[in-house]
């Protein structure tokens, strides 16, 4: 059976190109860039080249990058980094739907004794830029507000916000994880102080992230040892997945304006033939301004959990904002915070694509749907299930 993976804010694939470039750094070239010999030492020049490529995805200076283990820990690092620096202060701001990576750390250090305020969303998934506005106050120590959201891929104005902490001198952050590679960010023009990036998003290996820091920006490093990365992030270095990260920031920047327009070309076929051949079914999310790459669907009265297993019968890959799938018994707390109605949260698949989906991919996704949502509505009236996923959230 062929899989058709629409999984990609999940994780992508490793680029053919990205493989090549890393096998012979895992293989025979296995050096450690720290050391005086020059078999050592001739890994140290492919990293330098990596930074160069991965900056030049958000048209940073080389030095401007670090390295690090993933999103997650670039996200904490950024967040810690602006709190020893300012340790006076003790306001952190960060939205309702970010990412556990900024959303439990943010909660971690508001159980340490910090303040924490979470900005809210409105019914489309958009930033309540009123409420962020009322938030800000002289203790505020970092903003740190994601850039595209992973489960709508709804796209935050990061302009407007970056300019209005750049005028209070307030360090913001933004978790890139879901935008980089897929929207344009040119961090001379818009004036974050930090950026996340996660190589596994972009068709990098897991387990190599980047963060950008602004020059001139206070930093504090988090992963404290050796004096890699410039002293800023210790720990001997990944060096087969940055020279990976490096290729695959190179193709993204080469690929990106035809793959948005081709990515929300197949996007917006899936969207509006699912839209008209499944009754109840919505979109969650700003459809003026998403990743071009994502769609949050809901079929409303039936279970995500169910859908997701029925179209891995197909090998179809998709994930879904329902409690039981996420391994938490928790709904998405992103559509809860959009106020999407509980009967269609639990009813929500993301469907996310990559440079590697076909039309035969939708096509396939859009014959089976119709079938399974049918008989899924058929065979399981919506309110059968466990207390914990029958409680009513819209109502919270
Ligand atoms: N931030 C966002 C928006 C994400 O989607 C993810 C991963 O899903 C992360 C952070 C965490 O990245 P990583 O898996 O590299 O730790």
Redesign the pocket.
């Known amino acids: 059976m062929n899989t058709v993976y629409l999984d990609n ?3 992508t694939c490793v680029a053919p190109e990205v493989l090549d470039e890393m096998a012979p750094y895992l293989a025979e070239l296995y050096g450690n860039p720290s050391s005086m010999h020059t078999f050592g030492g001739q890994t140290r020049r492919r990293i330098e080249e990596a930074r160069e490529k991965v900056a030049a995805l958000i048209n940073a200076e080389p030095d401007e990058i670090i390295f690090t283990s ?6 904490n690092t950024a967040i810690m980094s602006a709190v020893e620096s300012q340790p006076r202060k003790r306001h952190i701001i960060t939205s309702r739907v ?2 556990p ?2 959303l439990n750390f943010c909660q971690h250090l508001g159980r340490k004794g910090h303040r924490v305020s979470l900005v809210p969303v409105q019914k489309q998934g958009r930033l309540d830029m009123d409420a962020f506005l009322r938030m800000l106050d002289d203790d505020v120590v970092v903003v740190s507000i ?1 850039h ?3 489960e709508t891929g709804v796209i935050f104005p990061m302009d407007e916000l970056c300019e209005i902490l750049k005028e209070r001198g307030i360090v913001m952050h933004t ?1 890139a ?2 935008a980089a590679g897929k929207i344009s960010i040119d961090v001379r023009k818009l004036p974050v102080d930090m950026l ?1 990036i ?4 972009l068709h990098a290996p ?2 190599i ?1 980047v963060l950008y820091i602004r020059k001139g920006t206070r930093f504090h490093p988090y992963v404290i040892g050796g004096h890699q990365e410039q002293g800023r992030r210790a720990g001997t270095e990944n060096v087969a997945s940055i020279i990976g990260l490096g290729k695959a920031c190179e193709l993204a920047l080469q690929h990106l304006p035809a793959e948005s327009a081709y990515l929300s070309g197949l996007r917006d076929r899936l969207e509006k033939e699912l839209l008209q051949s499944c009754p109840n079914t919505r979109v969650n999310g700003d459809p003026s301004r998403r990743l071009p790459n994502t769609t949050n669907v809901s079929f409303e009265y039936i279970e995500g959990e169910a859908i997701l297993l029925r179209l891995n019968e197909y090998g179809i890959c998709a994930s879904s904002g329902s409690a039981c799938t996420s391994g938490s018994l928790e709904p998405s707390h992103v559509l809860r915070a959009m106020g999407v109605p509980y009967t269609a949260v639990h009813g929500s698949i993301r469907f996310s694509l990559s440079r590697y989906n076909t039309e035969k991919d939708i096509d396939f996704v859009l014959e089976v749907m119709p079938g399974i949502v049918r008989e899924l509505r058929e065979l399981s009236p919506f309110g059968r299930n466990d207390a914990a996923c029958s409680r009513d959230y819209a109502s919270e």
């Open positions: 804010n999940a994780t993933c999103g997650t820990e670039s996200d970010e990412h990576a900024v994601m595209a959201n992973n978790d994880v879901q996340t996660s190589g596994h998003k897991k387990g992230g």
